[in-house]
């Protein structure tokens, strides 16, 4: 059950969140020294997934978002299965953090990509409230759980559905984010679109993986707003990804334009290999509407500049990697779940 009224939630997450917002000496450690166990994990990387939490656990806006829910105080404690994934720093926290505040136990699975920050951020929370350490248990195989919330692959969520379809339960598969350009774009407008492209390598499910563009769009002029992330090149494992697939087109003859870091490729996909972006052309914006509404289940969220009307969360560029608190993975409200087990 839970132990606390919305406003001592707010007050507890939003301490940590400033912690997390300015890392003192220990965060900082931590954050320099995560490319060790994961290549990926770059100190620029983590300290923007940790400090990007911190923000998010603004007092107002955990108030605005806990009081859409009525959270139980006289329900017996549910023990929930949380299976996390591990391509970007901290991707599993919003869940974890729910739990915790729905009055719940977590039972964690953290992934073997990521276990360490999720810890030290973890153990800051008890630090300013200890009630929260018996609210916790990381666990190498989940067992003896009421609930369980996946997330992984297509083909994990197979399995997912098979082991945990008995218990109340979410499973998320494999979903990626889109653009929509219609040409009026200034450079600055496209150069933030480069966030939501290049943050995080490109490995989260709100990284864009394609873009649609009017015909004739003049994708030079794309390239050229995106130079200034060229640097991205002399990373070893993004290079290593680049070389991989600009081999394969090249082999197989398949039509490309290539930027030196970036591989732009005609393609109906909506998932692009790492260091490739798919592109569309489109001939009507809402014949474009109506597409990507028959597949927004594979859909994380669309940015765009231009209003569309749409199922998937539409955000504007530079924006995808930073969700609200109330903006679900999937569209799938996990509080809503977790306060009605």
Known sequence: MSKFEIPQLADVFSTLGRQLSFPDDELSATIADEHYYNAWFTPVNVALAVTSIG?????????NWLNRYSLPNNNEMKKVGLILAGNIPLVGIHDVLSVLISGNHALIKASSQDNRLIKEVLNRLVGIEPAFADQFTFVERLEGFDAVIATGS????????????????????NRNSVAVLTGQETNEQLFALGVDIFTYFGLGCRNVSKIFVPRNYRLATFFEAIEPYH???????YNNNYDYNKSIYLVNRNEHLDNGFLLLKE???????LAVLFYEYFEDIGE????????????????SET?????????AFGKT??????????GLDTMDFLTKL
């Open 267 to 273: 393609d109906p996909g909506l998932i692009s290999p």
């Open 55 to 63: 923000k998010m656990l603004d007092r107002e806006c955990l108030l």
């Open 307 to 315: 209003p569309l009307k749409v199922k998937s969360q539409l955000v």
């Open 154 to 173: 297509n083909n994990s969520s197979r399995y997912f559905e098979y082991y945990f379809g008995k218990v109340p339960h979410i499973i998320r598969k």
């Open 231 to 237: 640097a991205i090149i002399d990373h070893h494992k």
């Open 321 to 330: 990697q930073s969700p609200a608190l109330w903006d679900y993975a999937d």
């Open 288 to 303: 474009l509407s109506a597409k990507l509404n028959e597949q927004s289940s594979n859909i994380q969220c669309i940015a």
